[in-house]
């Protein structure tokens, strides 16, 4: 017998240390898993957590964020990474787990993952369906993330079948479109599918810092003054700040933002337009947000490059400055999704914060 013969080629995990699995024999390289495993951890699982994309590499990456998000929510992963564009043809599979210390620290608990790579015609969108149908954990809730642009179709019994639709509108380049192909989705009927942008959740506990300047009566008063808002952000943050900013034109009654050159305008009943401009700086997705009064008041949220909390600054004409700190948003994609897992129900206030923005996404 020839040596390579005797030692069978084995196909890389490229991704990290999965199992090579037949399609059809997945389920019982699972079970062989446990079985080895089965003294020291405990299978646990909430919900499935389909994680879909076209990027190269996009398995590892993916494998490493999933092991992150385990640590608070034990699921069953399921990988797809599509690459329509290889020269090979076909579908493979691996199997692994995503083990953590419970916190008695006696024994781990762990979260089982299935990755499949789709290469050339077997990287088809509608064979999606029937891969992810046929590898679901039980009855339990769907949870769909979707990297990169949204398909302009969207198998419906997909659709229809998710608890919740995560996505990143950070990563388009033409927003626009992508985000009416999103509300095309919602209010099907006898579909439940809820957005889940994190995109937005990069803004849950900044629009918290904002809202609190406004706790005090003399803050209050100054609100209404308010002419000029000044938004800086990373090289990815711009959308961000735009759902920051229709956040803010719905919660003060503020009409849509129209483009002014380089800037936008808000025009308000009775007042004069708001002055909006954005500014790209390096540091955190959104490093500083400044209202300023025509009275002389100015309100600021400031996020240093690495830090992890919010400083804020608020300065009400005829009252004292006051200085305040809070929790900021994680800048960490396993954060963030950690983060929309825990929430439940439709976002009504992103939704509204995006039509408010709609006309502005493109400008």
């Given at each position: 017998m020839t040596p390579?013969?005797?030692?069978?080629?084995?196909?890389?995990?490229?991704?990290?240390?999965?199992?090579?699995?037949?399609?059809?024999?997945?389920?019982?390289?699972?079970k062989k898993l446990w079985q080895e495993q089965q003294t020291v951890a405990t299978r646990a699982s909430r919900l499935n957590l389909v994680v879909y994309s076209a990027a190269d590499s996009s398995l590892r990456a993916n494998t490493a964020v999933v092991r992150e998000?385990?640590?608070?929510?034990?699921?069953?992963?399921?990988l797809i990474a599509a690459r329509a564009k290889s020269p090979k043809n076909g579908l493979r599979a691996w199997v692994n787990a995503h083990c953590h210390l419970t916190k008695t620290g006696a024994k781990q608990t762990c979260s089982e993952q299935i990755a499949f790579l789709m290469e050339g015609t077997s990287?088809?969108?509608?064979?999606?369906?029937?891969?992810?149908?046929?590898?679901?954990d039980s009855d339990l809730p769907l949870y769909l993330w979707w990297q990169g642009e949204m398909p302009g179709v969207f198998d419906a019994r997909l659709l229809c079948a998710t608890?919740?639709?995560?996505?990143?509108?950070?990563?388009?380049?033409?927003?626009?479109?992508q985000f009416a192909i999103v509300r095309s989705f919602l209010g099907r009927p006898g579909c439940r599918a809820a957005t889940g942008d994190l995109n937005w959740a990069r803004t849950s506990a900044l629009r918290l810092a904002i809202a609190q300047f406004f706790d005090a009566p003399a803050a209050r008063a100054a609100l209404g003054k308010?002419?000029?808002?000044?938004?800086?952000?990373?090289?990815s943050g711009?959308?961000?700040?735009?759902?920051?900013?229709?956040?803010?034109?719905?919660?003060?009654?503020?009409?849509?933002?129209?483009?002014?050159?380089?800037?936008?305008t808000c025009a308000r009943e009775g007042a004069a337009p708001v002055r909006v401009v954005f500014a790209?700086?390096?540091?955190?997705?959104?490093?500083?947000?400044?209202?300023?009064?025509?009275?002389?008041?100015?309100?600021?949220?400031?996020?240093?490059?690495?830090?992890?909390?919010?400083?804020?600054?608020?300065?009400?004409?005829?009252?004292?400055?006051?200085?305040?700190?809070?929790?900021?948003?994680p800048e960490n994609v396993a954060g963030l999704v950690s983060e929309e897992l825990l929430r439940g129900g439709q976002r009504k206030t992103y939704l509204r914060a995006l039509d408010k923005i709609s006309a502005a996404l493109d400008a």
């Amino acid at each position: 017998m020839t040596p390579d013969a005797a030692t069978p080629p084995v196909a890389p995990a490229f991704f990290g240390d999965g199992v090579p699995a037949e399609i059809g024999k997945i389920e019982k390289e699972l079970k062989k898993l446990w079985q080895e495993q089965q003294t020291v951890a405990t299978r646990a699982s909430r919900l499935n957590l389909v994680v879909y994309s076209a990027a190269d590499s996009s398995l590892r990456a993916n494998t490493a964020v999933v092991r992150e998000v385990t640590k608070d929510h034990a699921c069953r992963a399921l990988l797809i990474a599509a690459r329509a564009k290889s020269p090979k043809n076909g579908l493979r599979a691996w199997v692994n787990a995503h083990c953590h210390l419970t916190k008695t620290g006696a024994k781990q608990t762990c979260s089982e993952q299935i990755a499949f790579l789709m290469e050339g015609t077997s990287a088809d969108p509608r064979l999606i369906s029937s891969l992810v149908f046929s590898h679901l954990d039980s009855d339990l809730p769907l949870y769909l993330w979707w990297q990169g642009e949204m398909p302009g179709v969207f198998d419906a019994r997909l659709l229809c079948a998710t608890e919740r639709l995560i996505f990143d509108s950070s990563s388009w380049a033409k927003p626009g479109p992508q985000f009416a192909i999103v509300r095309s989705f919602l209010g099907r009927p006898g579909c439940r599918a809820a957005t889940g942008d994190l995109n937005w959740a990069r803004t849950s506990a900044l629009r918290l810092a904002i809202a609190q300047f406004f706790d005090a009566p003399a803050a209050r008063a100054a609100l209404g003054k308010v002419d000029r808002l000044d938004i800086e952000h990373s090289g990815s943050g711009h959308t961000t700040g735009l759902l920051l900013l229709g956040w803010l034109a719905d919660a003060l009654g503020w009409h849509a933002p129209q483009k002014n050159g380089a800037e936008f305008t808000c025009a308000r009943e009775g007042a004069a337009p708001v002055r909006v401009v954005f500014a790209r700086k390096n540091g955190a997705t959104v490093s500083r947000v400044t209202l300023r009064g025509a009275d002389g008041s100015v309100f600021t949220v400031t996020r240093a490059a690495d830090s992890d909390l919010y400083t804020t600054q608020s300065f009400a004409s005829g009252s004292d400055s006051f200085e305040q700190s809070f929790a900021a948003d994680p800048e960490n994609v396993a954060g963030l999704v950690s983060e929309e897992l825990l929430r439940g129900g439709q976002r009504k206030t992103y939704l509204r914060a995006l039509d408010k923005i709609s006309a502005a996404l493109d400008a």
